[in-house]
Nanobody
Framework: QVQLQESGPGLVKPSQTLSLTCTVSGGSITDDYYYWSWIRQPPGKGLEWMGAIAYSGSTYYSPSLKSRTSISRDTSKNQFTLQLSSVTPEDTAVYYC?????????????????WGQGTQVTVSS
């Protein structure tokens, strides 16, 4: 069974770049037709799909975050990484990585077959 684990700093200063890594075990990020997404949930709000990287390495981003978001991968480590630039306190959220079969932009939990436990990121000076 595939497992995902997010890691990264829990506190980021405004205007800096948030960087998170998702480490995958029990499966490969190059397995055909699987897409690896980043999803976040601000306090008191719903889930928001941020973007994804495909098994092929192609990337897809939410239009609202595209200018600030970059997703990359390291196949040798079976990891994929989120970078979100120019963060503000509104980027404070629990950040999740998740696996979907095919490109999924709906952030609902039932649309993905595996989720990380989530990591809290707070943007504050």
């Amino acid at each position: 069974q595939v497992q995902l684990q997010e890691s990264g700093p829990g506190l980021v200063k405004p205007s800096q770049t948030l960087s998170l890594t998702c480490t995958v075990s029990g499966g490969s990020i190059t397995d055909d037709y699987y897409y690896w997404s980043w999803i976040r949930q601000p306090p008191g709000k719903g889930l928001e799909w941020m973007g994804a990287i495909a098994y092929s390495g192609s990337t897809y981003y939410s239009p609202s975050l595209k200018s600030r978001t970059s997703i990359s991968r390291d196949t040798s480590k079976n990891q994929f990484t989120l970078q979100l630039s120019s963060v503000t306190p509104e980027d404070t959220a629990v950040y999740y990585c998740a696996r979907g079969y095919g490109l999924v932009v709906d952030p609902s939990r039932d649309k993905y077959d595996s989720w990380g436990q989530g990591t809290q990121v707070t943007v504050s000076s």
